[in-house]
């Protein structure tokens, strides 16, 4: 099945300095991943040693910093210690910033970086024993959508990278297209009722309103969580990133499921459409083609 979610393989082994690469670029918005198997983060022997799922607060799988708050949120950590977690992860958002603008400075990825991640945990290690609903099960194949933080069409460009300190790899595994996902699950979705996305936002349940896109999104990305059969047998292919590896991908456009690893650091773009060169392959371009309406 040619289909499938294509992996190409980058020998990018620096974050600084890079070149403009309207290849990888393409790759990335018609829905394929990035991975730079020879593209490390260089992790402190003082950072090193704070290495452990506990670092993580109860009730949280990411220790993160998100650009004009102040400080981290989701650590144990206290004092100096909390001082160290923090710097490292301004230097991940940094060494990610100066890897996205060298390769596609037409994102103006500082200018569009949502967010910076440290996950600690174990895929698997569900924090505090609470039964993982299957709506956040990120084992499952699906591409994302946020609930209370609708897009309204921009795009998720993400930045992953594993750091285990040892040998341990992120598993993933990555599905079919996103039109064909879309193609498989749009006859279940329903429309948005009216005054719905007023109300939601009203009520702040989401921080603006949801649009029909962001819509279909959250159910598309439901719909193929919820269906165990879906999971099994669509065209899929299973990959491990090995510490030392960064990728990158559109994960509102790649479907993706987490299946093992642990220590990954993430940073997350939401880039608006006039930032992306081929605007047709996007996920609302797509969902507007097999709708045959205007969803944003
Ligand atoms: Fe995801």
């Known amino acids: 099945m040619n289909d499938v979610t294509a992996i190409t393989t980058s020998a990018i082994d620096t974050w600084q300095e890079q070149s403009a690469d309207a290849s990888l670029q393409a790759v990335i918005e018609r829905g394929g991943v990035v991975a730079c198997p020879s593209l490390a983060f260089a992790v402190s022997d003082e950072e090193g040693t704070l290495f452990d799922a506990s670092l993580a607060g109860d009730q949280r799988k990411s220790i993160y910093i ?56 174990a895929i698997g290690d569900v924090p505090s024993g609470k039964a993982l609903s299957w709506r956040k099960d990120d084992t499952r194949l699906h591409v994302d959508a946020f609930p209370s933080n609708p897009t309204r069409g921009d795009r998720i460009l993400r930045v992953f990278c594993n750091v285990h300190p040892t040998t341990m790899p992120r598993g993933w595994r990555v599905g079919e297209s996103f039109a064909a996902m879309a193609k498989r699950f749009l006859p279940r979705t329903r429309s948005l009722p009216p005054g719905g996305a007023w109300l939601m936002h009203k009520v702040h349940i989401t921080k603006r309103p949801r649009s029909a896109y962001d819509h279909l999104m959250l159910q598309l990305h439901d719909l193929a969580k919820g269906d165990q059969q879906y999971q099994r047998t669509c065209p899929q292919t299973a990959i ?57």
């Open 240 to 296: 491990d990133f090995m510490p030392g590896t960064t990728w990158i991908c559109f994960s509102d456009q790649v479907m993706h499921a987490a299946m093992s690893g642990q220590y990954l650091f993430e940073q997350t773009y939401r880039l608006p459409l006039s930032r992306i060169a081929d605007v047709d392959a996007s996920p609302l371009r797509t969902l507007e083609r097999l709708t045959g309406r205007a969803l944003v």
């Open 66 to 121: 998100r650009p004009g708050r102040y400080g981290i949120t989701g650590t144990t950590a206290t004092g100096a210690t909390r001082d160290v977690v923090a710097t490292m992860i301004e230097r991940y958002a940094a060494a990610s910033h100066a890897l996205i603008d060298g390769l596609f400075p037409d994102y103006h990825a500082r200018a569009h970086a949502t967010g910076t991640s440290f996950r600690p945990r």
